[in-house]
């Protein structure tokens, strides 16, 4: 029998349960910082190798410490590198964000590496998967494709145009909107906005296709007021800022706290 975890995960992003997932979002290619960061509330862990220094191994183990606390690990990929989502997959990720994706074909070759026939092509060889997930072969091929998230961002111009299509393909299960790049693309690399009213338009019009295809929405938010924002909408998976900004803002919280205490 499956584990509730990657049971529960893909089902509980379709349910939103607790009004929808808050994930955190590690670029320190660090496997005891996600340790750490995967004992705290979050719902789910994202390990950035876009833009991240997370390689392969480190990733991999990054991925057994959250599988350790019993929640879904999910890995963005760099810009095309299909092959690793394979292997992340392989090595017991719940699921894959992929950036840049601007088209069906685009869309179709990321499905192509990351589901099973009848839907794709990704080859078989989830030995850490079936050690994570403590299920057999048979019933991982027959349910992988259902059980693992495959996600395309839309970050650019040319995918916006194209988000209807891109979520028309089969074994795409959602959208993440990068609003930092997306910004930058609108304002025609005017300007890095991704809190800006233009992305709030451009969200609210994604949220609404994903719902006409029954597909998920996600979104990278600054902080946690823009989580909470992103979640109010009717987003299904939201990130409440990258590790970098909470470590600092933590920091400069406790510094400021003893400075204060100490001068009073």
């Not at 050690?131 to 970050?155: C, K, P, R, S, W």
């Amino acid at each position: 029998m499956m584990t509730a975890d990657i049971d529960g995960f893909a089902g509980r992003l379709k349910r939103r349960e607790n009004g929808g997932v808050i994930a955190a979002w590690i670029g320190t290619p660090d496997p005891l910082l996600v340790n750490h960061l995967s004992q705290e509330a979050f719902d789910a862990v994202v390990l950035d190798m876009q833009h991240g220094m997370w390689d392969m191994a480190s990733a991999a183990n990054g991925i057994a410490q959250v599988r350790l606390t019993g929640k879904p690990a999910i890995a963005r990929i760099p810009v095309a590198d299909f092959a690793s989502a394979s292997r992340l997959l392989d090595a017991g990720a719940s699921a894959i964000i992929a950036p840049m994706i601007n088209s069906a074909d685009d869309a179709r070759a990321l499905v192509k590496a990351t589901k099973y026939p009848p839907l794709g092509e990704r080859s078989w060889g989830p030995s850490l998967a079936l050690n994570h997930f403590g299920i057999a072969a048979d019933e991982y091929l027959q349910g992988a494709n259902g059980l693992t998230v495959t996600i395309a961002m839309v970050e650019t111009r040319a995918a916006l145009d194209a988000i209807d299509e891109i979520l028309a393909v089969d074994g795409i299960d959602g959208v993440f909107i990068g609003p930092s790049d997306l910004s930058i693309a609108l304002s025609n690399g005017a300007r890095l906005a991704p809190d800006s009213a233009a992305i709030d338009q451009t969200l609210a019009h994604a949220v609404a296709r994903c719902r006409a295809h029954g597909k998920l929405i996600c979104a990278f938010g600054t902080d946690g007021d823009r989580a909470g924002q992103f979640l109010k909408l009717g987003l299904d998976l939201v990130i409440a800022g990258a590790e970098t900004a909470q470590l600092r803002a933590g920091a400069r919280a406790a510094i400021s706290t003893a400075r204060k205490i100490a001068n009073s």
